[in-house]
T-cell receptor
């Protein structure tokens, strides 16, 4: 079965600083989905990557899928308190998005 | 109103009791899922369904059952709840990817279940 490892598990950054979260898969990724979760709430879809080398941005968040399609990174530029939460990556290992496997999440705190 | 609605949002019950968590959606999606979230373990898939007559086990289906009553409704049952089923449960829906759709999951707000 596919395993997804996220690093770091938790992160505390000062407002205005940049940060990167990584998601590494044990198998080739057909699709990689990034979600954000506010503590104790539902997950909000951020973006999806499919092609090796693909990069997408939404506001100050950029995600990349490496060429070998086994790792993705999420980069936040000039972090704000609104970025705080848990970031999870979800992987499609089938090519049909029939069921996603999720990483354990990265908990982000942004201090003033 | 939320597109994916879960009830109840919070439930405290005792060991051995039967519990049902319900999920309804207004997105018109064929695919529905139940996940549980535990600290340090991320989201794990319990069951999923691609249409009313299709039910599939996920990675942790033992101790759970589901019913897809209609395209818009998917319920999760714990026949005899035990303390290690204490968790945050999420229902999610999706479309099949293709035609510009990415196949991303749309999640409900979660149902927090505590089994004493």
């Amino acid at each position: 079965s596919q395993e997804l490892e996220q690093s770091p598990q938790s992160l505390i950054v000062q407002e205005g600083k940049n940060l990167t979260i990584n998601c590494t898969s044990s198998k080739t990724l057909y699709g990689l989905y990034w979600y954000k979760q506010k503590y104790g709430e539902g997950l909000i879809f951020l973006m999806m990557l499919q092609k090796g080398g693909e990069e997408k941005s939404h506001e100050k968040i950029t995600a990349k899928l490496d060429e070998k399609k086994q790792q993705s990174s999420l980069h936040i530029t000039a972090s704000q308190p609104s970025h705080a939460g848990i970031y999870l990556c979800g992987a499609d290992a089938t090519g049909t998005a029939s069921k996603l496997t999720f990483g354990t999440g990265t908990r982000l705190q942004v201090t003033l | 109103d939320a597109d994916v609605t879960q009830t109840p949002r919070n439930r405290i019950t005792k060991t051995g009791k039967r519990i049902m968590l319900e999920c309804s959606q207004t997105k018109g999606h064929d695919r529905m899922y139940w996940y549980r979230q535990d600290p340090g373990l991320g989201l794990r898939l319990i069951y999923y369904s691609f249409d009313v007559k299709d039910i599939n086990k996920g990675e942790i289906s033992d101790g759970y059952s589901v019913s897809r009553q209609a395209q818009a409704k998917f319920s999760l049952s714990l026949e005899s709840a035990i303390p290690n089923q204490t968790a945050l449960y999420f229902c999610a829906t999706s479309n099949r990817p293709g035609g510009g759709r990415t196949g991303e999951l749309f999640f409900g707000e979660g149902s927090r279940l505590t089994v004493l």
